[in-house]
């Protein structure tokens, strides 16, 4: 690692070496020369003929490119873009160079976004496989995390005020449910992938038009040959010089997607860490504070917030960039998206290993959680003690009333004196509600007051997470590592 220069920590902190090939240029210059030789077979197979009315492509030729497509003299590369000032053209003469029978017939007939186009298309396709992949196996993790307390109660809050209780796992399936959409928009997105093919420098295909001799036919199946020798479907239909930059735009939505429910997790992990429910993991060595020894940080739920923020913000970058494009093609992507969209990617990609991470150790504080819940219930028990009174022939609005006055009276006993809850004591002293202490205590079994959140956690799980889990069973397994 060099000390001297400035390096982006997405690397050396966040995201994992596997997004980090992705976006490598190792990997952008390998697929570009796969590129070349998927368009010179293309060529060859619908017989383009040279001048004299022989194959311009031999297959003689189509075998030296393959045989020299993983051997890159960057070193060269580097030369020839010194001197050309064009990065794909040092490339097709640093292969050129490689392969000198096949030479005349790199990039034949096509434009720098033939590679460069195709290429992000292919990268960003790869990306977007490898987050859906992360993505499940943290559905995997919070699905059994979800099951393992769907029968733990705790409160709920509205407004960061406690509120009619659910249960640990219920509350994780909230947080599932975000991620499911996200796994649905990914699998949208890989779903929606197309080359953008053999469209030539304005997208009218004229170049191809005049290499194979006005055939209009052998220029749409060139277009579609492309696509299916280099793994997809499909190319876009129509285009300028690039694809539409919507689609750099529409993947960045995605990953921003993603973002924001993982942050929604990070908040909610940090705010249960301070109440002292849950919490994130911990290593023996791990120093929560420089000054605080006895601290314990929520800093890998506060990394993830952090990412997070800042993957939402750059998905702005090829919105912008789309909607400034003009006509058929301006350069001024360029710049915005060698960065904007790599390092989208790479932060998505920390983010959903920090999200392994941390559901894979997750502490709960049962203890806590009841003894929270056992301070509260009272004021949540009020609506069934109201309830049975009525049943026994109370005015409800008198009733209410009285409930009012005393939870407010003891709310005040809580909040201003530091006392013990004292509400069932009030409720029990008042013959209004016919009800002794002992039979008040009686109704509060925290079970009584979680409605169906058990049943919805297993009937969520079952219904809609299982099938995803079982259809992908051979993606599961992946542990995450953190760096720092």
Aim: a negative charge; proline letters at 4%.
């Amino acid at each position: 690692m060099s000390h001297d220069k400035y390096e982006s920590p997405l690397c050396g902190r966040y995201a994992s070496k596997e997004m980090q090939y992705i976006f490598s240029p190792d990997k952008k210059f390998k697929t570009w020369r796969k590129l070349w030789i998927a368009l010179a077979e293309a060529e060859k197979e619908l017989n383009l003929l040279g001048e004299d009315g022989n194959p311009r492509i031999t297959q003689e030729m189509i075998d030296e490119l393959k045989a020299h497509a993983e051997e890159i003299d960057y070193e060269m590369a580097k030369e020839e873009e010194a001197k050309v000032r064009h990065d794909v053209m040092a490339h097709v003469h640093t292969y050129g160079a490689a392969c000198p029978n096949a030479a005349g017939i790199i990039h034949l007939g096509a434009t720098s976004c033939y590679v460069g186009d195709n290429t992000d298309v292919i990268i960003m396709t790869e990306g977007l496989k490898l987050v859906r992949k992360k993505l499940i196996n943290v559905i995997n993790e919070l699905a059994k995390f979800a099951m393992e307390y769907k029968d733990l109660p705790t409160i709920a809050f509205t407004h960061f005020q406690p509120a009619q209780p659910t249960t640990v796992g219920k509350r994780a399936t909230l947080w599932i449910n975000e991620l499911y959409m996200d796994l649905q928009d990914v699998e949208y997105m890989i779903s929606q992938q197309k080359l953008l093919g053999s469209k030539g420098t304005t997208g009218t295909q004229a170049s191809f038009l005049e290499l194979f001799n006005g055939d209009h036919d052998k220029v749409k199946k060139l277009d579609k040959m492309i696509a299916d020798k280099m793994g997809f479907d499909d190319v876009y239909p129509v285009s300028g010089q690039t694809y539409s930059r919507k689609v750099d735009s529409r993947v960045l939505n995605v990953l921003s997607g993603i973002a924001q429910s993982a942050h929604k997790f990070s908040n909610d992990i940090r705010l249960l860490q301070h109440l002292k429910q849950i919490e994130e993991p911990f290593e023996k060595n791990q120093i929560g504070s420089s000054a605080m020894a006895y601290k314990r940080n929520p800093m890998r739920s506060e990394r993830i917030a952090s990412l997070a923020n800042y993957v939402i913000c750059d998905a702005l970058n090829p919105a912008i960039v789309s909607s400034t494009q003009w006509f058929e093609r301006t350069l001024d992507d360029s710049a915005n998206k060698r960065i904007s969209v790599p390092e989208a990617f790479l932060a998505i990609d920390g983010i959903l290993d920090l999200y392994l991470n941390v559901v894979d150790g997750l502490v709960v504080y049962d203890k806590v959680i009841e003894k929270k819940f056992m301070e509260e219930i009272p004021f949540m028990a009020t609506e069934n003690i109201m309830m049975d009174a009525t049943k026994a022939g109370g005015d409800r609005q008198e009733l209410h009333e009285k409930i009012r006055q005393y939870s407010m009276e003891a709310g005040k006993n809580v909040k201003q004196e530091g006392k013990d809850n004292n509400l069932l004591e009030l409720i029990a002293a008042d013959p209004a509600f016919g009800k002794t202490l002992d039979e008040l205590k009686a109704l509060m079994k925290p079970s009584l007051y979680v409605g169906r959140a058990p049943e919805q956690t297993e009937e969520y799980i079952n219904d809609f997470i299982k099938p995803i889990i079982d259809a992908n069973k051979d993606e599961l397994g992946m542990t995450a590592e953190i760096n720092v």
